[in-house]
């Protein structure tokens, strides 16, 4: 079965970091881009970063200069690496992957809980 799993939420202080990952399963091949949103409570998903399999990188303004996105050691990983967090970076995040099959599809994982918090 094909699925994304995320790992690596939990609760931070104000201006600590977590590292996020997310690993495709179940023998998904032709990913050609993949990223994260989030989603705050009672707000709207909203886009984070994402990275092209090529490496091409794109932020939202709000995590610019915080947040890094990188490809994984392993094919089909990818890492969220998060510094300077505040409580406006608390939300569920969603890791993402796009694949070109016949017809292109987006993959989404369960979702991973960061909490920013003193």
């Known amino acids: 079965q094909e699925q994304l799993v995320e790992s690596g939420g939990g609760l931070v202080q104000p201006g600590g970091s977590l590292r996020l990952s997310c690993a495709a399963s179940?023998?998904?091949?032709?990913?050609?881009?993949m990223g994260w949103y989030r989603q705050g409570p009672g707000e709207q998903r909203e886009f984070v970063a994402d990275?092209?399999?090529?490496?091409?990188?794109d932020y939202a303004e709000s995590v610019k200069g915080r947040f890094t996105i990188s490809s994984g050691s392993v094919r089909n990983t990818w890492n969220l690496q998060m510094n300077s967090l505040s409580p406006e970076d608390a939300a569920v995040y969603y890791c993402y992957a796009d694949i070109a099959d016949n017809i292109p599809r987006r993959l989404w994982g369960q979702g991973t809980q960061v909490s920013v918090s003193s």
């Open positions: 990275i092209s399999r090529g490496g091409t990188t």
């Open positions: 179940g023998g998904i091949s032709n990913i050609y881009s």
